[in-house]
């Protein structure tokens, strides 16, 4: 699903990360481990399309980003990824199940019914009427994650989406992005330094400026 | 601190001073300097305009103030005449009444004057050329009885004339305009039209009175000059020391046609006149600074929107609520001085360069004749419009400051709870409250609209324009909710996205749509008004210029010693071409003291009820009884209707007439009476006409006609012909020049608006950055956001200028029906200039557009993936 080689990134001197390789499956959960600054957004962002590497190549469903284009490449954003960030994103204008459905919006084929099932899903139901500002962080979180799969992508990708919960909070999130995942037959690359959040990985790797290395597998 | 402290500190004890806080305001700025510059710069484009058009006003009425009163002279009172002039024998009196210093005779009289160099040398019949005729002011006076009453009037003999020649009555003095314009030296001839003849003169030396040209001769020699043996203009009286003045005019027991007065005469009636035109010109000025509060309005908007987590994280801190608005408030405040000292320098350099490149004059023709008048600086105008900038920018930074008040911190600092979100009950409430005063403003408009004048001024039809505009902009949410009210969910992103915020983000909508709804309605209102103004003054053009050819002998019905006898339209009526003549006599009559003189026009009326432009019903002619028919001037100063009668101080006694209709008269403000030439003479005993109508036949030359008029009678050289298509260029040409002025004015406040759409959108955009990062995430492309900011200010931008187009027309509608009645006293036709508005309609749309794509593409040349990087 996801194909990583060789890659590199640096801004002027400063290396961030080079010759970094690596691969995710479909239906593999991958959690991504390292330190601060070691650059393990800019590599989500650079996979999304939203960064341009300086070196290497990136295939995500067969399409190569550095072949394609920046309408390409939204439109590869819109129908095969999904995202979860740390700190929500939920637009406060629109209503929780607007904002779930907005990934089907966007490619043009809303689905009410399939907005139902993920909030169902992701244990939201009945609150689709509600304002963003009436929930929780946990909830908040809740609402990303079925944004994020409400539209059955083939990769999610996942950044620190437990830093601002509380324990107990962060591990059901945890299990509900885990599940959401499995279900969706999607792969999942989780940026993360969480070890509750490692536990539950199918691989861990961790990014150092030298490259990938693997720290577990099950 | 222990409990027992705890309950005794007072309310805000142990909160920080404002003062502390400034080192907060300072960072912001250094941040955003470019924000706050333009809410400096709203405030002194505003104060600037405003106070440069008060200084040009101020400047012009005091100049013209010192020469008037330069040319009156300081008494302690003056005698005149109710109508005419007064008995000589009234000077003997007072010269032997107790208490009476000094009793100065004055002859006045307003006539032309030519220099010797164009004049065949010793003539007394008008033959000279018209071309070199300079309208002057000249009185006569006493030079032995000058000293204690007007100084500046004293003739002051040149260095080869002897010390009697203040005596000759072959003597004058003359002005330094005078002299400039007659271009004339010491021992020069200069000649005096009396009529259609002229007298000459020598000039024998200088008086030092400013202002216009001013001739100064011997009182006697004026009484001769101008056919006034034994009369007076008026006299000056200087009492004794302790004497009172009321005191001495009861003593004196004076007939009852004679009337005192005291101080400048001219320039109160000057200012009494002008009055009307300096406050619309003020009020028209304060518009920029009006859309400049909106502009405010805008940038603390959204200034606060964009440091909500910031205010949040204060909150969090410990700020109180009541300090987060001070400190908006605060931030605005101090801009607003700075923006106010530098609109008052400013607006004094503007004044000072109007005056120099256009004189006292902004366009109304009430200050034509200064020039370069010093600048009147004075400490009241300075802090009245010190004060206007910074209430401009605190009024513009209330609601503002308010919303950062009533924020929730905790649900702030995580992008939600903000006003506008759904479920924010406060905001809820808060945008029933503005939807319920927009309405009750609307309702205040049309009862004050109603309401009359305050001491002449139409001050409660402003607070009606006003209100209105306010309403207009509390009520734009509703409106722009009501544009995309439709039943069921949209089923597309960006509509949903659009849709969603329309509808929720109201205190957005209002900020963006605030600028652009007060600048384009007001503009609107203006174009309304001055086009309406135009077609109407055009029309009235076509009722008032009947003939072909129109001649007159003085330019101003107050150049009363120019004038011709009935042998020249005889003349004219023969000549081979003209089908028929009509000659009118112009003079002005004083119906009460104070306001100014009346203009009376006497000349045949066969028809009047069609060769007048007529507005009122007419009133039935009574027998035995002249009838007389009344510009809306004198309809509405004087108290006059049809039916009703006016006595008429052209004969003693006044003549009683009957006043049979009111008719439109654009040419003259202070008003206009028109009765039958018969009437007029059988009641005067005055032949003098002034001025000529010739209707030409078919095929007939004007040219040759005027060139057989002039060579059967010389008095026809003295006359100013003009086609009527001159004299209609002429005027419309004095009109567009009136009205220039309001045309840079309305240009300001379109560009303030056009700045206030680009800040806002710009700020917006800026304030929205995270959400078009997550887009972006969700695979939008730049274009697709481009397009939701397009289609979103496409909407703000149609809504408001929806909004400011149906205000502008009511505004215009204000303007049109109430404030130009109440002002100038006159009525007029609304026009829409359906052409006109929809060019400015789509200028602003367009303007507005290539503001919003300028300000979206740069603010979102920054990366999505940061925007998405930093906290909500």
């Given at each position: 699903?996801?194909?990583?080689?060789?890659?590199?990134?640096?801004?002027?001197?400063?290396?961030?990360?080079?010759?970094?390789?690596?691969?995710?499956?479909?239906?593999?959960?991958?959690?991504?481990?390292?330190?601060?600054?070691?650059?393990?957004?800019?590599?989500?962002?650079?996979?999304?399309?939203?960064?341009?590497?300086?070196?290497?190549?990136?295939?995500?469903?067969?399409?190569?980003?550095?072949?394609?284009?920046?309408?390409?490449?939204?439109?590869?954003?819109?129908?095969?990824?999904?995202?979860?960030?740390?700190?929500?994103?939920?637009?406060?204008?629109?209503?929780?199940?607007e904002n779930v459905a907005l990934p089907l919006l966007l490619q043009g084929r809303p689905d009410a019914a399939?907005?139902?099932?993920?909030?169902?899903?992701?244990?939201?139901?009945?609150?689709?009427?509600?304002?963003?500002?009436?929930?929780?962080?946990?909830?908040?979180?809740?609402?990303?994650?079925?944004?994020?799969?409400?539209?059955?992508?083939?990769?999610?990708?996942?950044?620190?989406?437990?830093?601002?919960?509380?324990?107990?909070?962060?591990?059901?999130?945890?299990?509900?992005?885990?599940?959401?995942?499995?279900?969706?037959?999607?792969?999942?690359?989780?940026?993360?330094?969480?070890?509750?959040?490692?536990?539950?990985?199918?691989?861990?790797?961790?990014?150092?400026?030298?490259?990938?290395?693997?720290?577990?597998?099950? | 601190?222990?409990?027992?402290?705890?309950?005794?500190?007072?309310?805000?004890?142990?909160?920080?001073?404002?003062?502390?806080?400034?080192?907060?305001?300072?960072?912001?700025?250094?941040?955003?300097?470019?924000?706050?510059?333009?809410?400096?710069?709203?405030?002194?484009?505003?104060?600037?305009?405003?106070?440069?058009?008060?200084?040009?006003?101020?400047?012009?009425?005091?100049?013209?103030?010192?020469?008037?009163?330069?040319?009156?002279?300081?008494?302690?009172?003056?005698?005149?005449?109710?109508?005419?002039?007064?008995?000589?024998?009234?000077?003997?009196?007072?010269?032997?009444?107790?208490?009476?210093?000094?009793?100065?005779?004055?002859?006045?009289?307003?006539?032309?004057?030519?220099?010797?160099?164009?004049?065949?040398?010793?003539?007394?019949?008008?033959?000279?050329?018209?071309?070199?005729?300079?309208?002057?002011?000249?009185?006569?006076?006493?030079?032995?009885?000058?000293?204690?009453?007007?100084?500046?009037?004293?003739?002051?003999?040149?260095?080869?004339?002897?010390?009697?020649?203040?005596?000759?009555?072959?003597?004058?003095?003359?002005?330094?305009?005078?002299?400039?314009?007659?271009?004339?030296?010491?021992?020069?001839?200069?000649?005096?039209?009396?009529?259609?003849?002229?007298?000459?003169?020598?000039?024998?030396?200088?008086?030092?009175?400013?202002?216009?040209?001013?001739?100064?001769?011997?009182?006697?020699?004026?009484?001769?000059?101008?056919?006034?043996?034994?009369?007076?203009?008026?006299?000056?009286?200087?009492?004794?020391?302790?004497?009172?003045?009321?005191?001495?005019?009861?003593?004196?027991?004076?007939?009852?046609?004679?009337?005192?007065?005291?101080?400048?005469?001219?320039?109160?009636?000057?200012?009494?006149?002008?009055?009307?035109?300096?406050?619309?010109?003020?009020?028209?000025?304060?518009?920029?600074?009006?859309?400049?509060?909106?502009?405010?309005?805008?940038?603390?908007?959204?200034?606060?929107?964009?440091?909500?987590?910031?205010?949040?994280?204060?909150?969090?801190?410990?700020?109180?609520?009541?300090?987060?608005?001070?400190?908006?408030?605060?931030?605005?405040?101090?801009?607003?001085?700075?923006?106010?000292?530098?609109?008052?320098?400013?607006?004094?350099?503007?004044?000072?360069?109007?005056?120099?490149?256009?004189?006292?004059?902004?366009?109304?023709?009430?200050?034509?004749?200064?020039?370069?008048?010093?600048?009147?600086?004075?400490?009241?105008?300075?802090?009245?419009?010190?004060?206007?900038?910074?209430?401009?920018?605190?009024?513009?930074?209330?609601?503002?400051?308010?919303?950062?008040?009533?924020?929730?911190?905790?649900?702030?600092?995580?992008?939600?709870?903000?006003?506008?979100?759904?479920?924010?009950?406060?905001?809820?409430?808060?945008?029933?409250?503005?939807?319920?005063?927009?309405?009750?403003?609307?309702?205040?408009?049309?009862?004050?609209?109603?309401?009359?004048?305050?001491?002449?001024?139409?001050?409660?039809?402003?607070?009606?324009?006003?209100?209105?505009?306010?309403?207009?902009?509390?009520?734009?949410?509703?409106?722009?909710?009501?544009?995309?009210?439709?039943?069921?969910?949209?089923?597309?992103?960006?509509?949903?996205?659009?849709?969603?915020?329309?509808?929720?983000?109201?205190?957005?909508?209002?900020?963006?749509?605030?600028?652009?709804?007060?600048?384009?309605?007001?503009?609107?209102?203006?174009?309304?008004?001055?086009?309406?103004?135009?077609?109407?003054?055009?029309?009235?053009?076509?009722?008032?210029?009947?003939?072909?050819?129109?001649?007159?002998?003085?330019?101003?019905?107050?150049?009363?010693?120019?004038?011709?006898?009935?042998?020249?339209?005889?003349?004219?009526?023969?000549?081979?071409?003209?089908?028929?003549?009509?000659?009118?006599?112009?003079?002005?009559?004083?119906?009460?003291?104070?306001?100014?003189?009346?203009?009376?026009l006497a000349r045949p009326l066969p028809d009047p009820e069609h060769s007048l432009p007529l507005v009122s019903?007419?009133?039935?002619?009574?027998?035995?009884?002249?009838?007389?028919?009344?510009?809306?001037?004198?309809?509405?100063?004087?108290?006059?209707?049809?039916?009703?009668?006016?006595?008429?101080?052209?004969?003693?006694?006044?003549?009683?007439?009957?006043?049979?209709?009111?008719?439109?008269?654009?040419?003259?403000?202070?008003?206009?009476?028109?009765?039958?030439?018969?009437?007029?003479?059988?009641?005067?005993?005055?032949?003098?006409?002034?001025?000529?109508?010739?209707?030409?036949?078919?095929?007939?030359?004007?040219?040759?006609?005027?060139?057989?008029?002039?060579?059967?009678?010389?008095?026809?050289?003295?006359?100013?012909?003009?086609?009527?298509?001159?004299?209609?260029?002429?005027?419309?040409?004095?009109?567009?020049?009136?009205?220039?002025?309001?045309?840079?004015?309305?240009?300001?406040?379109?560009?303030?608006?056009?700045?206030?759409?680009?800040?806002?959108?710009?700020?917006?955009?800026?304030?929205?950055?995270?959400?078009?990062?997550?887009?972006?995430?969700?695979?939008?492309?730049?274009?697709?956001?481009?397009?939701?900011?397009?289609?979103?200010?496409?909407?703000?931008?149609?809504?408001?200028?929806a909004i400011g187009l149906v205000l502008g027309l009511a505004i215009g509608a204000i303007l049109v029906y109430?404030?130009?009645?109440?002002?100038?006293?006159?009525?007029?036709?609304?026009?829409?200039?359906?052409?006109?508005?929809?060019?400015?309609?789509?200028?602003?749309?367009?303007?507005?557009?290539?503001?919003?794509?300028?300000?979206?593409?740069?603010?979102?040349?920054?990366?999505?993936?940061?925007?998405?990087?930093?906290?909500?």
């Open positions: 699903m996801l194909q990583v080689e060789a890659l590199g990134k640096h801004y002027g001197e400063v290396v961030v990360f080079r010759d970094v390789t690596l691969r995710v499956a479909a239906g593999e959960f991958v959690a991504l481990v390292g330190e601060s600054g070691v650059g393990k957004s800019t590599l989500l962002n650079c996979i999304a399309g939203l960064d341009d590497a300086d070196a290497g190549r990136i295939v995500v469903d067969g399409v190569d980003l550095g072949q394609a284009d920046e309408n390409a490449r939204a439109r590869l954003r819109r129908r095969q990824l999904g995202f979860v960030f740390q700190a929500f994103h939920v637009l406060p204008h629109l209503s929780v199940a399939r907005v139902e099932a993920m909030l169902d899903a992701v244990g939201l139901a009945g609150l689709g009427r509600r304002a963003p500002a009436q929930l929780s962080g946990g909830q908040l979180q809740r609402v990303a994650i079925a944004r994020a799969c409400v539209h059955r992508p083939r990769l999610i990708l996942a950044d620190e989406p437990t830093g601002n919960l509380d324990p107990v909070t962060a591990a059901r999130v945890l299990a509900l992005l885990h599940e959401q995942v499995r279900e969706a037959g999607a792969a999942c690359l989780l940026v993360t330094h969480s070890e509750a959040a490692t536990a539950r990985a199918d691989r861990v790797l961790r990014l150092t400026p030298r490259g990938v290395e693997l720290c577990a597998s099950r | 601190m222990n409990s027992r402290a705890v309950a005794a500190a007072a309310p805000g004890q142990g909160e920080s001073s404002l003062l502390q806080l400034l080192p907060l305001l300072w960072r912001q700025w250094q941040h955003h300097p470019w924000r706050h510059a333009l809410l400096v710069l709203a405030v002194m484009l505003g104060v600037a305009l405003a106070y440069s058009v008060q200084l040009i006003n101020d400047s012009a009425l005091s100049e013209f103030d010192a020469a008037a009163r330069a040319a009156e002279g300081e008494p302690d009172f003056s005698l005149r005449a109710r109508s005419g002039a007064l008995d000589e024998a009234l000077l003997d009196r007072l010269r032997l009444q107790p208490g009476v210093r000094q009793a100065s005779p004055v002859v006045e009289a307003e006539t032309y004057a030519q220099a010797q160099a164009h004049m065949d040398a010793g003539h007394t019949a008008g033959t000279a050329a018209a071309a070199a005729r300079v309208p002057v002011r000249v009185l006569g006076v006493d030079a032995l009885a000058l000293s204690e009453v007007a100084l500046q009037l004293m003739p002051r003999p040149a260095a080869d004339e002897g010390r009697l020649a203040v005596l000759d009555p072959g003597a004058a003095f003359v002005s330094a305009a005078a002299r400039q314009r007659l271009a004339l030296a010491d021992g020069d001839a200069i000649a005096l039209q009396h009529g259609s003849g002229w007298q000459r003169l020598r000039v024998a030396g200088s008086v030092a009175a400013g202002g216009g040209p001013l001739v100064v001769i011997d009182v006697a020699a004026a009484q001769q000059l101008f056919g006034l043996p034994g009369r007076l203009s008026r006299i000056d009286v200087r009492l004794q020391p302790g004497q009172d003045a009321q005191a001495l005019l009861q003593a004196l027991a004076l007939p009852a046609d004679v009337r005192a007065s005291t101080g400048a005469q001219a320039s109160q009636r000057l200012a009494t006149l002008s009055r009307a035109y300096r406050i619309n010109l003020a009020v028209l000025a304060l518009v920029a600074l009006f859309v400049g509060g909106f502009l405010v309005f805008s940038v603390v908007s959204l200034s606060v929107a964009q440091r909500t987590p910031a205010l949040a994280l204060l909150g969090v801190l410990g700020l109180t609520a009541r300090r987060r608005r001070q400190l908006v408030l605060v931030e605005s405040t101090l801009l607003g001085l700075i923006g106010s000292a530098l609109g008052l320098l400013l607006g004094a350099a503007l004044a000072a360069l109007m005056l120099r490149v256009l004189g006292g004059d902004l366009g109304g023709g009430f200050f034509a004749g200064v020039t370069a008048p010093p600048l009147a600086l004075r400490s009241g105008p300075v802090g009245v419009y010190a004060l206007l900038g910074v209430a401009t920018a605190i009024a513009g930074a209330w609601l503002p400051a308010r919303r950062a008040e009533r924020l929730v911190p905790a649900q702030a600092l995580k992008g939600m709870g903000l006003e506008g979100d759904p479920g924010n009950d406060a905001a809820e409430r808060s945008a029933r409250q503005t939807r319920a005063l927009g309405l009750l403003l609307l309702a205040a408009s049309g009862g004050l609209a109603l309401l009359p004048p305050l001491a002449g001024v139409p001050l409660a039809a402003y607070a009606s324009v006003a209100a209105l505009l306010l309403a207009g902009v509390a009520l734009v949410p509703t409106v722009v909710a009501l544009l995309l009210h439709s039943r069921g969910d949209p089923q597309q992103a960006l509509v949903l996205l659009a849709r969603r915020r329309a509808q929720h983000q109201r205190a957005t909508a209002s900020a963006t749509v605030a600028t652009v709804v007060t600048s384009l309605a007001l503009a609107v209102a203006l174009t309304v008004m001055v086009a309406s103004f135009r077609a109407s003054v055009t029309s009235w053009l076509d009722a008032v210029l009947p003939a072909d050819l129109y001649g007159r002998i003085a330019s101003s019905a107050a150049a009363d010693q120019a004038w011709f006898g009935a042998a020249l339209p005889a003349a004219a009526a023969r000549l081979a071409g003209v089908q028929r003549v009509q000659a009118q006599r112009v003079r002005l009559i004083s119906l009460a003291p104070a306001p100014p003189a009346v203009t009376l019903p007419v009133a039935p002619a009574r027998d035995g009884e002249p009838g007389a028919w009344i510009s809306e001037a004198v309809a509405t100063l004087y108290g006059a209707a049809p039916g009703g009668t006016l006595r008429l101080p052209i004969s003693e006694p006044a003549l009683r007439v009957r006043v049979r209709g009111v008719y439109r008269d654009y040419a003259r403000q202070a008003g206009s009476i028109t009765i039958d030439a018969g009437d007029y003479r059988r009641a005067s005993g005055d032949e003098r006409l002034n001025e000529l109508a010739i209707w030409l036949e078919p095929k007939a030359d004007a040219a040759a006609v005027l060139a057989d008029l002039r060579a059967s009678r010389p008095e026809a050289a003295l006359l100013d012909f003009a086609t009527t298509a001159e004299l209609r260029a002429t005027s419309l040409r004095i009109f567009d020049r009136s009205f220039a002025v309001t045309s840079y004015l309305q240009a300001v406040a379109i560009l303030i608006g056009l700045v206030g759409i680009a800040t806002s959108l710009s700020a917006q955009v800026l304030a929205r950055r995270k959400e078009f990062g997550l887009l972006a995430h969700l695979g939008l492309g730049r274009a697709e956001v481009l397009a939701i900011v397009a289609g979103e200010t496409a909407l703000w931008l149609l809504a408001g200028t109430v404030v130009n009645p109440q002002s100038f006293h006159w009525t007029m036709e609304m026009t829409l200039p359906a052409a006109r508005l929809a060019l400015l309609c789509a200028a602003v749309l367009v303007t507005g557009a290539a503001a919003a794509a300028w300000s979206a593409r740069h603010a979102l040349s920054r990366a999505a993936v940061l925007a998405v990087k930093e906290d909500w």
